[in-house]
Structures are given as structure tokens and as C-alpha cells.
């Protein structure tokens, strides 16, 4: 049954059940407290879904709430409505409209205030000039057999001395788990990293095939530098990065490094 009967709305069905199964604990030997401890449910909400004798549907849902006494008026909404969507304000969010109106000795509501009349109109959208934020699809691809989908990157390893580090480079089979390629530079570099895919192609013995080659790996610069991109062009190979400011985009990678 959950957790019914705390700060949960309960049906009465649902109530009528409850009060059903503590009942034959009890007829059985049960407390009633461990019966309704062991079905979620507390004491005392059970004795007040019986005080009537019978269980009742619950009443909150039905309850007179009083209007609070600051709520914005009609006419409020319009002239906040009015104020967003002037020439001068329709390109700007409201925690600038905010401050702008301060400036000139007006004051018409809070941002938020702003924020929620605006989203219950519906208006609630992207402001301004520039380019509304889109979501990057996930990167997706299916591995049937080996050398299909590699993913790499690239890892600290402790140097000779404290704050001195070596790069590890290592590139993944997802379909097989093998380690097709690893190689340990001084630096992080877009040609390291050209050097070490070119190697892995020779060492797994890849030639043109129907399907290309698929290489993932992040959004870091030795991914995406133009000796690399240009490496990958000419093997043939087909680049994929995860999305921006998303860490688990390239979980096998991080998982072995």
C-alpha cells in the first residue's frame, strides 16, 4: 500500500482496503500499531479514517481555502501583461525589466511575479534577439560486431613529481570491451591523437567497409582539432561526440579510464 495516509491523498477505495488488512492483522494477533507501521500507515490516521465508523472519502480536495488577500487582481495581470509586451520590453526577460522601471521611480511587480503571470498567459517564451536554446539529441549508434564503434579519451597519469603529469590516450571496442589502442604523450595534443587513431586502423587491419567506422569520444580539443579531423577524414572514419556539458554521454570511456 506505500506510504498512504502520509500528507498522500488516499482514495476511498484504497482507504477501505487499508483499514481492511490492519483489521485481520489484528484478528489475528497483531498490535494494531505494528500492523500499520508494517503497511505505511499511522496510528492515528487510521483512527480518524474510522472515527465515523466507516471510511469516508477524504475531505481536503473539497476544502474552502480563503483568497489570499495579496492575490493580484485582474486588472493587475493586464497591466503587468501590458508592461512586458511593450516595444521596449518585449525583447528583454524580467529581471531586466525589473530593474529598468526601478530607474524610472516604477514599480509594477516582482520578477517572479512577472515570471508567473507571464507563464500562465502563455507567454512565457524565449525573449530577445538571439537564437532560442535547443537540446542536442543524444549520440546513438549500435555496435553489431568489433570495429564498429570505438570510443577514446584521454586521462592524467601521475608524472615523476608532484604536479607533473603524462597523458594516457586510449581508444575502446564497445562491442568486444578490447583495448584497440593506448598510447602514453607528454601533452595533449590534436596530432597525438591522429597518430595514435592511424596506428589503431593498422594494428586492427581496417579497410574500406560498407558501414564506417564510428569514433566517439567528448568535446575536448584534441577531439576536435583539425589535424584529427582530417585524420578521421581520410581513414574513412565517422566522428561522434557527446553533448555539451553532459558527463555521462561517454560512459565506456570514463567507466576504464
Not at 480536495?61 to 495579496?70: E, G, M, S, V
Not at 549508434?141 to 601521475?158: G, K, M, Q
Request: aromatic share 6%.
Amino acid at each position: 500500500m506505500g506510504t498512504a495516509g502520509r500528507g498522500s491523498l488516499t482514495s476511498t477505495a484504497n482507504r477501505a482496503t487499508t483499514i481492511q488488512l490492519v483489521e485481520e492483522a489484528v484478528a489475528s494477533g497483531a498490535r494494531r500499531r505494528k500492523a500499520c507501521d508494517e503497511i505505511g500507515l499511522s496510528e492515528r490516521t487510521l483512527q480518524r479514517w474510522c472515527k465515523a465508523g466507516a471510511s469516508a472519502a477524504d475531505q481536503r480536495p473539497l476544502a474552502k481555502r480563503p483568497i489570499p488577500a495579496n492575490k493580484l487582481s485582474v486588472e493587475e495581470r493586464e497591466a503587468i501583461l501590458a508592461i512586458v509586451n511593450q516595444p521596449e520590453f518585449q525583447s528583454v526577460p524580467p529581471s531586466q525589466i525589473v530593474p529598468t522601471l526601478a530607474d524610472q521611480w516604477t514599480y509594477i511587480a516582482s520578477e517572479s511575479t512577472m515570471y508567473r503571470v507571464m507563464r500562465q498567459a502563455g507567454e512565457q517564451n524565449h525573449r530577445g534577439r538571439s537564437k532560442a536554446p535547443t537540446s542536442n539529441l543524444k549520440s546513438t549508434h549500435c555496435a553489431t560486431e568489433s570495429n564498429r564503434v570505438w570510443t577514446w579519451d584521454i586521462t592524467y597519469l601521475p608524472g615523476p613529481a608532484k604536479g607533473l603529469y603524462f597523458y594516457l590516450y586510449l581508444i575502446l571496442d564497445i562491442f568486444s570491451r578490447e583495448i584497440v589502442g593506448w598510447e602514453v604523450w607528454p601533452e595533449e595534443t590534436a596530432e597525438n591523437s591522429s597518430r595514435l587513431i592511424r596506428r589503431a586502423v593498422l594494428a586492427q587491419k581496417i579497410t574500406c567497409q560498407e558501414d564506417p567506422l564510428v569514433l566517439h569520444s567528448d568535446n575536448g580539443s584534441p577531439m576536435k582539432g583539425v589535424s584529427m579531423m582530417e585524420t578521421l577524414y581520410q581513414l574513412g572514419i565517422t566522428p561522434s561526440r557527446s553533448r555539451p556539458s553532459v558527463s555521462n554521454d561517454n560512459p565506456y570511456s570514463e567507466s576504464i579510464i
